[in-house]
């Protein structure tokens, strides 16, 4: 077990090594892993980092797999404008009362692309574009915090040719969260891509949570983008979400950035060790026109704590 000193000097390093990592992007190449990895979070915004749990935890904060403790998976989809999809698989599992490991697949893709020559002729050939992060996952309890670490690899597909697939490191995650005051506050920091060829990133969050069997949570995130682009390099999340008798529950949500306002929802049931979720993301509220958007729909269903 870590002494108080100990702990210490573990955060400090943490920090130390998230700070040596994170390097500028021009370009986000894999922008569907801020897209949820459950319903649940998606009805609160994505204000997720001091309040992630079971496998759902190896994308959004790693030290969330500290409050795993038995087996628990979860499996999500999303069906997208512009016939994109988006899925979400993945599984947790305690090792022992400190520590826990989890792997889960994100996979976004694009169908019936036409074939365009270089002077616009449709040479009427189809494709897809088809990408999956393969991640990772390991969490520790300490006596006061959690930390928590994920490793990611990216797999692109995109053309005709067989061939035409490509594979990379999409970084490495380091997350921490805490808990003051008999769990009622809660506060966690993940920091996303750190290292790889994707966009890396920093997730601050905060949550309030009171009650027991009829809990309400009420959740906080800012977050930033070290790209080069200035859209949407900071964004701010908050969450509400209400739990009845631990079975019901309600959610809601807003995220806004610098050019955009989107509006989320949702509601969950859960009986036993079993749960289902449902979302709805609005059209975003933006300054332009993006013809063709339109309600985006998230359901998920789980198994464990």
């Not at 038995?70 to 989809?77: E, P, Q, R, S, V």
């Amino acid at each position: 077990m870590f002494h108080k000193k100990n702990q210490q000097t573990v955060v400090w390093l943490f920090l130390l090594v998230t700070s040596v990592c994170i390097a500028v992007a021009d370009v986000d190449s894999t922008p569907y892993l801020r897209l949820g990895t459950g319903a649940r979070s998606v009805g609160m915004a994505g204000a997720f980092t001091a309040i992630a749990d079971g496998a759902s935890a190896t994308v959004l904060n790693p030290a969330g797999l500290t409050g795993v403790r038995d087996l628990t998976f979860t499996l999500a989809t999303q069906q997208l404008s512009f016939d994109r999809t988006h899925s979400f698989i993945g599984v947790a599992k305690n090792i022992n009362s400190q520590s826990m490991v989890g792997f889960s697949l994100t996979s976004f893709g694009v169908d019936g692309i036409p074939e365009i020559s270089s002077s616009g002729e449709d040479l009427g050939n189809s494709f897809s574009y088809g990408s999956g992060a393969y991640t990772l996952s390991y969490g520790h309890a300490l006596e006061q915090v959690s930390l928590g670490a994920s490793a990611r690899i990216i797999s692109d597909k995109f053309g005709l040719d067989s061939d035409s697939r490509s594979t990379g490191l999409g970084g490495l995650d380091l997350g921490l969260v805490g808990k003051l005051y008999s769990n009622t506050f809660l506060y966690g920091l993940a920091f996303r891509n750190l290292g790889g060829e994707t966009t890396p990133s920093l997730d601050l969050g905060a949550a309030f949570r009171y009650g027991g069997k009829n809990a309400v949570t009420i959740a906080l995130d800012l977050s930033n983008e070290f790209s080069a682009l200035e859209e949407q390099a900071t964004s701010v999340k908050i969450g509400v979400e209400y739990v009845l008798a631990n079975m019901f529950a309600v959610r809601a949500g807003s995220q806004r950035t610098s050019d955009r306002t989107s509006l989320y929802g949702g509601f969950g049931v859960s009986v036993s060790d079993f749960g289902i979720n449902y979302a709805i993301k609005l059209v975003d509220n933006t300054d332009y026109d993006v013809v063709g958007d339109k309600n985006t729909h998230y359901i998920s269903l789980s198994y464990g704590n």
